[in-house]
């Protein structure tokens, strides 16, 4: 059986259940959602919150020891790369020609894209 | 010579927290490394760092992070219950915005905030015009709306790095 002893830990134990939930979702979102532009909204959103709420709750349960110190350095590791990962993806996509679903309503990036190609020489 | 020393405390100071012991052999163990990595980031372009260690910018950058912070917890339950609602209510499409910030660390951040939050995601920065990915895109003045998010990243990143 878990021990929640203390408060502290009940409550980091809460927290790591909430980053699960939204992992989850996260994942949800990435069988769910049409396109690849879309699935990366889910996986930079729900799992980036999601993991970045586990290692929380990893540092509220273990303090500011050999642990928690990993965990946040993971955690400031995990919030500047993972946006920056998802742009990367959602760029080279746009540009090999990976389609927007077939609903999506505007995209200005290939109408600039398509006017530059026209004027340059 | 400084730029080097201020690459090695920092590695050092990395090196100590992700080991936390304090023992002769990992210290000395880390300073070699720091400074093998110090000597070979020399060439790096760092002009920005020192900026960062002016009071008031740091005050901007410590209060930016709650104020990120509500903006991806918002962003989440709204990407969550997109996900979760039966019918997947998104509008997809790509729309482009002008940002007025000059620093490219500003814009790295600018980016990287537009990603973490509500529905949008950079797909491009061309020039000053970014190109955002929304999950849905509002039916009434897109651009406009757009905009008006941006602003309020740009006013503490400006603040931070200008």
């Known amino acids: 059986m878990i021990d929640f002893g203390e408060p502290l830990h009940l409550i980091a134990y809460v927290v790591m259940a909430a980053g699960l939930a939204f992992d989850i979702v996260g994942c949800l979102g990435l069988v769910r959602l049409p396109d690849v532009y879309n699935r990366l909204q889910a996986g930079t959103k729900c799992v980036t919150l999601g993991t970045l709420l586990i290692l929380l709750g990893v540092l509220i349960r273990f303090g500011f020891g050999a642990m928690g110190v990993k965990a946040l350095l993971c955690l400031w590791f995990i919030a500047m790369t993972s946006p920056t990962a998802a742009h990367a993806i959602a760029r080279a996509a746009h540009r090999a020609g990976f389609p927007l679903w077939k609903d999506s309503v505007v995209d200005q990036y290939a109408e600039d894209r398509a006017g530059s190609k026209e004027v340059a020489p | ?162």
């Not at chain 2, 620093?103 to 920065?125: E, F, K, M, Q, Y």
């Open chain 2, 1 to 162: 010579m400084s730029k080097i020393l201020s690459a090695f405390v920092f590695c050092m100071l990395v090196w100590i927290a992700v080991t936390w012991a304090f023992d002769t052999t990992s210290l000395v163990l880390g300073a070699v490394l720091a400074g093998a990595i110090a000597f070979s980031l020399r060439n790096l372009e760092l002009d920005e760092v020192p900026l960062l260690l002016m009071p008031q910018r740091l005050v901007w950058a410590l209060a930016y992070i709650p104020v990120l912070l509500l903006y991806v917890i918002r962003a989440n339950f709204d990407v969550a219950w997109r996900v979760l609602h039966p019918r997947l209510p998104i509008r997809p499409g790509i729309v482009r915005a002008k940002t007025t910030l000059k620093s490219p660390s500003a814009r790295v951040l600018l980016a990287n905030s537009i990603t973490l939050t509500p529905g949008t995601l950079s797909v491009d920065v061309l020039d000053d015009v970014f190109y955002i990915h929304r999950i849905h895109v509002p039916e009434a003045a897109p651009e406009a709306d757009m905009q008006r998010s941006m602003d309020t990243f740009e006013g503490f990143l400006r603040r931070i790095f200008e």
